[in-house]
């Protein structure tokens, strides 16, 4: 098994503070990972493209 204890994530800073998310922290589980996947969503617009693909035959004005 890889030893990816090493790999961290920088997140924009949010009112002049530095977030970082590390994965050191042994085997646990949290919620945590829905923020890592939430900023990847915002950097590599994966929704938005997905959604492109999609025809919405919806009243837009509704």
């Known amino acids: ?5 090493g790999f961290a994530f920088t997140f924009p800073a ?7 998310a590390a994965f050191d922290g042994g085997r646990l ?4 990972g829905v ?3 939430a900023q990847a ?3 590599l617009g994966i929704a938005d ?4 693909c999609i025809a ?3 009243d837009q004005g509704r």
Do not use: F, K, N, Q
Request: a neutral charge; aromatic letters at 0%.
């Open 1 to 5: 098994m890889a030893d990816d204890s």
């Open 14 to 20: 949010i009112r002049g503070r530095e977030i970082t």
């Open 29 to 32: 589980t949290s919620d945590g």
């Open 35 to 37: 923020l890592l996947l």
């Open 41 to 43: 969503e915002r950097r």
């Open 49 to 52: 493209r997905l959604a492109a």
């Open 56 to 58: 919405d035959p919806r």
